[in-house]
């Protein structure tokens, strides 16, 4: 969900929510101007009425909806159009993240447009031109991470396919050379060398299957909490790897868990302090603290049961049941087990062990939930398995061809649908590529 | 008919003496400047002028085509052949629009081929021999002989240009001797002679052409209006007296026989063909050239601009790639009356005495003349992307740029120009849309598109690999591509029209006969669609095939083969056209995209782009960018 108007006061506001519920959290909210404005899950509408926020009553407002794919993220989509009064954009906001909406992170949108297919990546890269640098670096590194681990082999096949057209196209267009640009056995076999690569490319990609990168879970709370012990009792608990992947998460102690399948990174971070001082190390640490925690999947909040609430573990309590990336963890259950702070908390003992497969349970639960790096990495090595899949059946029409003395501006063909088929995921040919190529290799000159 | 009228005769409202200040101020003081009165007025008699005002004159303007000589028209500067691959596709494509060069190569070749013929159809590309004077003449007396035009010889010292609501207007030109020429549209093809030096050795001369000067006032002219010009550099090769060639020490190149014409018009060629000769340089020629290098202008730094990477010098080919030990030599004549030859592959600015050294060391030129050395020249060219697609200039409006002058190079490039201005010149004065073709429609169009879109980093040339859809670009459809478009702008005659319609019912015919037969069990369609299967093939099965053309019953064939490759294609040449679509106003705010990639937005200052399709090709511009575009063009 995000504001999608300019900030400040303006005679229009947008609320966009996109996500499978979003329909559904708007609903109960919602009184039609007349029964043509009723909601209809079935089709997009754009219908008058009034938005219930009970700070202010009845809020005027328009709302378009795309209750199925049709929409820019492929999700169902709802826009709140509205009064343009920043008061009015808040309190809307905060009635819906009540009701369990989160807030989007910059250029969510575009991302899951992205990764909905909706968009290549380039177009994701325009889009995030869009949003100010600050803000994007998040998205760029999602983008990054997600087109990475793919984009240099790619880039080699491309390379490859690149020179054998080059070669190919300069003995079409330079018949009068006394140059052999590339006999029909050798075109058939670099041909096949390119066939052999990119399924190598493929099967490696199927291996990998679905994994990227692995999410953060990040142990949070005041100093004392109990965190680091419950990141040892929990490692132990889980078959537990120490991180090969240092640099990630380097200022940390972390163990990497695999609990039943679903593998995570378990970090501790440094203590909240309740009163953050001015530039001492420890406000340092807590900006370091803070990255993690923007960069991890889950938070478990710990809170000690041992002794009263801190104010800031009050504030945060407050806040998180509107925080589906929160799990509250309540520690050191042993010592009082009478005291509950949190009725919804998942209560634990590190000293008797106690607790702590349901959380870890609960944990592996939430992570396939948020699914966004499932999901994300899925579909963009969906995307790069159907590329490279359709651009190996053009080189094996082009090695038909080539082979059955098909013509070899035929054979050229071929081999730039498939770079047109690569082209999806890393950019596009254009001729001077080929050209300078071609002049790079051969002295052409009648 | 076209005939020019003394000023006084003709009443205008547009004065020109306020443009003449050397005039006003007396330096050279005359009684009376004389004023001529046309639609259009062409600078340049090459290849593209002279197609230029044919194709203005047939759509009905009165035209005047003014140049410096007229002893050079339609001359050839450098080889003496017509076409090529790519290049031969475009003399073909000229033609069917009614152009001047298939007939004329048609008249005056020695010597016919049809290259890539092992290759398909597609690549399928004549290439012509021309007897260099007798081609010049042809055209000349084509020129003489076409209504509505007058070829005068005259020396262009000024452009005129008036201030309008819309814009700076040309009016004409002002030529040597005080008279001014009127006309609404002004094209200039004034190819390598803008600014003109050539280069021999360290020896160096003003002028575009051996033996001929320069051009200073249109030079001077375009920089008032203030166009962007920038610098290319081009070569020619010496010229050989062919008695003093030993031929048995070389390879011969046969034509081909029969000869197959460039024109639609052109039934059969008579003429008897002449053989080109090959020969190879060797180390020894490599050592020497290596040895004197430092006298070469490329090497020395005495040229700085940018030649052409398809066409390099000798000097060139033995720094580049000293791998090769051998370097081949095509020795061309220049004409059936003379025995002068052209050596084809050994462009060169050296000195006279290294030119005088090589030919000594290479086989067969042992005793060779050198009658003309080789040289380099540089020149002026106004960067293409100051164009529109109907190469009128974006700063003035009736004025149109063709040939050598937007940096490319070939007579087939310049003649495809030169028709294509001098029909949007027509066009504009008659309010007739412009004549743009599309890419997918003609490599005129990849052509003129490349051009405007990319500009030129070198000087341009055709390849069949620019032309994305090349599979239906084919030399042989190139009337039915381009006949019809021509036929409502006045282009092209009944004749051609006639050819073109008989040409479609006989294809009817055969596809009619074609689709009613079978082989094997499955549709004779199909089994002509198997690489090995031609004509020939399906006349032995079914006799009766036999009846019909057998050169067009052969076209009929290539569209089969072809057809699931150009079906496949159909799907982005629609979804390009749809881009195509997306116009992009006149005078858009690029400064008002705030992430826009400051690359992009001077790429898409500087061209201007009409459509988001043409965006798209801009070099250096990102799909990205596109996006962005698009979001803001909604």
Known sequence: MAIGSARGPAARGVVRLSGPLSLLVVAPRWRPLSAAHELNSNRSQVVQGTITIPSLGQVPAQLCTWPNQRSYTRQPTVEIHTIGSPIVLDAIIEELCQAGCRLARPGEFTLRAFLAGRLDLTQAEAVLGVIDAKDAVHLQQSLRQLAGGLSHPLQEIRALLLDLCADLEAGLDFVDEDISFLTIDELKSRIEQAEHVVSSVLDNIKDRSVHTEIPIVAIWGVPNAGKSNLLNALSRSSISIVSPQAGTTRDYVSHRVDWHGSVFELVDTAGIEDVPHSATPESLAQNSTQELLDRAALRLLCVDTSRALTVWERNQLALSASMPDWIVVETKCDIEPQRVHDPHAMRTSSHLGAGLSQLLGTIAERLAEASGSDARSASTYTRCTNALQSALESLQLARWLAEHDGGEELVASEIRTSLAHLSDVVGAVYTNDLLDRVFSRFCIGK | ?634
């Open chain 2, 1 to 634: 008919m076209a005939r020019p009228h003394p000023t006084g005769l003709i009443a205008r409202g547009i004065r020109f003496f306020s443009v003449l200040p050397w005039l006003e101020a007396g330096q050279r003081k005359s009684p009376m400047t004389v004023k001529y009165t046309y639609d259009v007025v062409v600078v340049g008699a090459g290849h593209a002028g002279t197609e230029a005002a044919a194709a203005a004159a047939r759509m009905g303007m009165r035209t005047a085509l003014l140049t410096t000589n007229l002893d050079t028209v339609g001359q050839m500067s450098c080889n003496p052949a017509i076409g090529g691959v790519a290049k031969g596709h475009i003399v073909r494509e000229v033609d069917a629009l009614g152009g001047i060069m298939g007939q004329a190569i048609d008249a005056t070749g020695i010597q016919f081929r049809m290259l890539n013929r092992r290759k398909g159809p597609a690549m399928h590309s004549p290439r012509a021999q021309a007897d260099k004077k007798a081609y010049q003449h042809w055209v000349k007396s084509f020129i003489e002989r076409q209504d509505c035009l007058d070829l005068r010889q005259e020396v262009v010292e000024d452009l005129l240009t008036v201030e309008t609501d819309s814009g700076l207007q040309v009016t004409g030109v002002l030529v040597r001797g005080n008279a001014i020429y009127e006309a609404a549209a002004v094209i200039l093809t004034t190819g390598t002679f803008l600014q003109a030096l050539m280069h021999t050795g360290e020896a160096q001369s003003a002028g575009g052409r051996a033996g001929e000067g320069t051009t200073v006032g249109i030079s001077r002219a375009l920089q008032r209006l203030q166009f962007r010009v920038e610098r290319f550099k081009t070569g020619t090769p010496p010229r050989l007296n062919g008695r003093t060639i030993d031929y048995a020490q070389c390879e011969e190149q046969p034509g081909e026989e029969p000869p197959q014409p460039f024109s639609f018009l052109t039934k059969k060629i008579e003429l008897q063909q002449l053989p080109c000769w090959i020969t190879y340089t060797n180390q020894s020629v490599h050592d020497l050239i290596r040895a004197n290098l430092h006298r070469a202008p490329m090497y020395s730094g005495q040229i700085e601009s940018t030649g052409p990477r398809y066409c390099p010098s000798i000097e060139d080919k033995v720094v580049r790639f000293s791998a090769k030990d051998q370097h081949q030599l095509f020795l061309e004549p220049e004409g059936r009356e003379t025995f002068e030859v052209y050596v084809n592959g050994v462009s060169t600015s050296l000195p006279r005495d290294v030119q005088d050294a090589m030919f000594p060391l290479i086989p067969g030129l042992q005793r060779a003349q050198i009658m003309r050395y080789g040289y380099a020249v540089e020149y002026d060219f106004c960067p293409p992307d100051q164009l529109k697609p109907t190469l009128e200039t974006k700063l003035v409006q009736g004025l149109f740029f063709a040939g050598q002058l937007n940096g490319t190079t070939g007579y087939e490039e310049a003649a495809a120009q030169g028709l294509v201005a001098g029909a949007n010149a027509a066009a504009q004065l008659r309010g007739l849309p412009p004549l743009i073709l599309r890419r997918e429609e003609a490599y005129i169009g990849v052509l003129v598109d490349d051009l405007v879109t990319c500009g030129v980093d070198e000087p341009y040339r055709m390849f069949t690999s620019r032309a994305e859809y090349r599979l239906r670009l084919r030399q042989d459809n190139a009337d039915r591509r381009l006949t019809l478009l021509g036929e409502p702008y006045g282009l092209v005659d009944a004749t051609r029209m006639q050819r073109l319609t008989d040409k479609s019912c006989e294809i009817e015919r055969i596809v009619a006969s074609i689709e009613q037969l079978s082989y094997d069990g499955a549709p004779l369609t199909k089994y002509l669609r198997r690489p090995e299967i031609g004509w020939p093939d399906v006349c032995q099965i079914h006799s009766e095939l036999s009846e019909f053309d057998p050169e067009i019953a052969e076209q009929v064939t290539y569209d089969i083969k072809y057809a699931g490759y150009v079906a496949r294609q159909d799907i982005d040449v629609a979804r390009q056209q749809r881009l195509s679509e997306k116009r992009i106003p006149d005078g858009f705010d690029y400064a008002g995209i705030k992430h826009l990639r400051v690359e992009a937005r001077e790429k898409l200052l500087r061209v201007r782009p009409v459509t988001l399709d043409q965006a798209g090709r801009i070099s250096g511009i990102t799909p990205a960018d596109l996006t962005l575009l698009m979001a803001y063009l909604k």
